[in-house]
C-alpha cells in the first residue's frame, strides 16, 4: 500500500457534453438545488459548477446527513450560512428536507412572483435545477419532492444520463441532470473522497488501496468505532501495534480475519476485506462520519 498519486480516467465524454447542456439550460432556470454528499461537503462540490452557477439563487443540501456526525453537519450548514448560502441536512431516501426545500423555493421567489402577478401573470412557473456529483440522491430527491416514483434512481453513479423535467404541485418544474464531475483534482484527497462514498465507480480506482486509505484515516480519527464495530480486543490492539510497522495493514488482515475474508490456506483475501470495509462505511454500520471539518482538521 502506498501514497503516490494516482492516475485516474473518469472524466467519459457524457460529462463534457452534460455541463455544456446545464450551462445552456440554466438560462431557464430560477433556482437551484446542489446537493453535495454531508460526509465530504468540500469534495462533493463541483468547481465547475460553482462557477457556473454563481449568479443564480441556490440553496444547498447536505444529503446522507443521517450517515455523517450530526454536530459537523450542524458546523456546515452554519458555514454555507456564512457564505451567504442557505444549507438544508436531508435525507433523500426518507425525504428528510424535502418539504424545507419547497419552502425555501417560494421564499426565494415570493417578490419575482408577486411582480409577475401584478402584470398579470398569475401562472408563472418556478424553474429548478437539480445538481451534483454522481451517486449523490439527485433521482431520490425528486421522487420525494413529487411524492411518487418518477425518475430513475439507482446506487451506482451514472444512472441518470438525460436531463427530465418534473413538475411538483401548481407551480414548480424541476430539472434533474446527470451526475457530473469535473476534468482535474487539485487535491488527491478528494479524488479518495469521493471513491470513498462511491462518487467514483469501484472499477476506476484499486479497490485495496481505497480501503486502505480509508482504514488509515478512521483507525487515526475514528478509532473507537472501529474497535466497537470489529470487536477488536485489547489483544488485538496489542498485536496491530506489535508486529509490523504498517499498523493500517496488520489491521486491515485482522479485521479480514475476523470477517472470514480468507483464500485457501489462511491467505488474506484482500479485494473480498476491501469491500467490506468500504460497505461497512457507506451503510454507517462502522458509525456517522464525516471525512471533512469546517476547520479541516480532519
Partial sequence: MNENKTNINWYPGHMLKTKKQIIEDLKLIDVVIEILDARIPMSSQNPDIQNITKNKKKIVLLNKFDLAEEKETSRWIN???????????????????????????????????????????????????????????????????????????????????????????????????????????????????LAYVGSIKDE????????????????????????NKYKLTDEDLRS?????????????????????????GAEIDCEKVAGIILTDFRTAKIGRITLEQVDGKK
Fill in 79 to 193: 458555514y454555507f450560512k456564512s457564505k451567504g448560502i442557505v444549507a438544508i441536512a436531508g435525507d433523500c431516501n426518507m425525504g428528510k428536507g424535502a418539504k424545507e426545500i419547497l419552502k425555501t423555493i417560494q421564499d426565494f421567489m415570493t417578490e419575482e412572483l408577486e411582480k409577475a402577478a401584478a402584470k398579470g401573470r398569475t401562472k408563472k412557473n418556478i424553474r429548478v435545477m437539480i445538481i451534483g456529483i454522481p451517486n449523490v440522491g439527485k433521482s431520490s430527491l425528486i421522487n420525494r419532492l413529487v411524492n411518487k416514483k418518477t425518475a430513475v434512481v439507482g446506487n451506482k453513479p451514472g444512472v441518470t444520463k438525460q436531463k427530465q423535467w418534473v413538475r411538483i404541485g401548481n407551480n414548480i418544474e424541476l430539472l434533474d441532470t446527470p451526475g457530473v464531475l469535473w476534468p482535474k483534482f487539485e487535491d488527491d484527497n478528494v479524488a479518495l473522497n
Fill in 204 to 227: 476506476i480506482l484499486p479497490k485495496t488501496e481505497v480501503a486502505y486509505q480509508l482504514l488509515k484515516f478512521l483507525y487515526k480519527n475514528y478509532k473507537e468505532d472501529l474497535i
Fill in 240 to 264: 496491530i501495534i506489535n508486529n509490523g510497522d504498517d499498523e493500517v495493514l496488520e489491521l486491515m488482515n485482522l479485521i479480514a480475519r475476523k470477517r472470514g475474508a480468507l483464500l485457501s
